[in-house]
């Protein structure tokens, strides 16, 4: 929906991701915003902004595979790791530039991505669910004991990695790197919602019966969601190995996997937006459960480190279940309606 008194005049305007002046201006404020927020902005967001960035990479895969084709996932953090551990092997051994080990981390993380979704042709729903529980576990269970490769519980550091001769070894390089391949992937999400492909995955979503009815190829386009969802998963591992400049078993846990589905749930699953919304709604919440912890500890010495410890748990959990109960579509449908109802102004969106 176009505010009012604005009209599309051509085909050009009509599939355009800026359609209005206004969306042209606050897109290069914001990307203003982001990208010199180094010379001003304080260390400790420095260290947080890369983070946020990364999840928001790797939730949108998510958010491919389960909010727009219906295909549901419960071990994404496990594809995340194959990502990073490819890139810091070939980092470490073959020299790789930035862009060609991200690009090898995504294919490698989407080519596995494929086999673990070749059951998705038969079963589907909570079936589904438990064969990507399952790829998750034997994940941690690779990392965990092929020593030779993996490195074990001790995990892998990453050597310096460069591009172009320039090294990604402070915070400040790597913020812009991340935050460049960050803005590529979401464009890329965005365009590819909106492609044919990406129709095909909301017809297979909404009823696969009636996809294939239609000429849909169910299969082909079952595993291509799983190869994209892996995709962004592992760039976003190549990302995260180079921000922590170390890999081990207990970055790419279970947990994880739950915590992205439900920043997913959060922020409104079947939208670009809605990855965004859920990654920052649960990373603020992060760093509210941190102060509100140790006040915690001092009301309740006696049980102050265990509820401090399980505050963060606790705040997730309910946060969840009150938006499954009152929002279920997340963040983005009130930001859709609110959109909607500026837009119209003075006129009624009803």
Known sequence: MLPCGIFNTSYKQEIAVFRTKTHWVLFVLFSIFVFTFPLYGSGYIMTIAPIIAITIVAVQGLNLLTGYCGQLSVGHSGFMGVGAYCFVLMSNNYHLSVPVGLFCSGLVAGMVGIIVGLPALRIKGFYLAMVTLAAQLVFGWIFLNWRGVTGGSEGLFLDSVEMFGLSFSSPVSKYYLVMSVAFVMVYFA??????????????????????????????????????????????????????????????????????????????????????????????????????????????????????????????YAATILVFLIFQPRGINYRWTVFKNQYRVYPFSSL
Do not use: H
Request: contains cysteine; neutral net charge; aromatic residues 12%.
């Open 190 to 315: 965005k365009n590819l919602a909106r492609s044919m492909v990406g129709r095909a995955f909301v017809a297979i979503r909404d009823n696969d019966l009636a996809a294939g009815v239609m000429g849909i190829d169910i299969v082909r386009y079952k595993l291509l969601a799983f190869f994209l969802a892996c995709f962004f998963a592992g760039v976003a591992g190549g990302l995260w190995a180079i921000q922590m400049e170390f890999v081990s078993p207990m970055q790419f846990t279970l947990n994880l996997s739950i915590l992205y589905l439900g920043m997913l749930i959060i922020g409104g699953m079947g939208s670009i937006m809605g990855p965004i919304f859920g990654v920052i709604f649960v990373k603020v919440l992060e760093e509210v459960a941190l102060i509100v912890s140790p006040t915690v500890s001092e009301l309740w010495p006696a049980i102050g480190a265990q509820a401090s410890g399980a505050l963060l748990f606790m705040l």
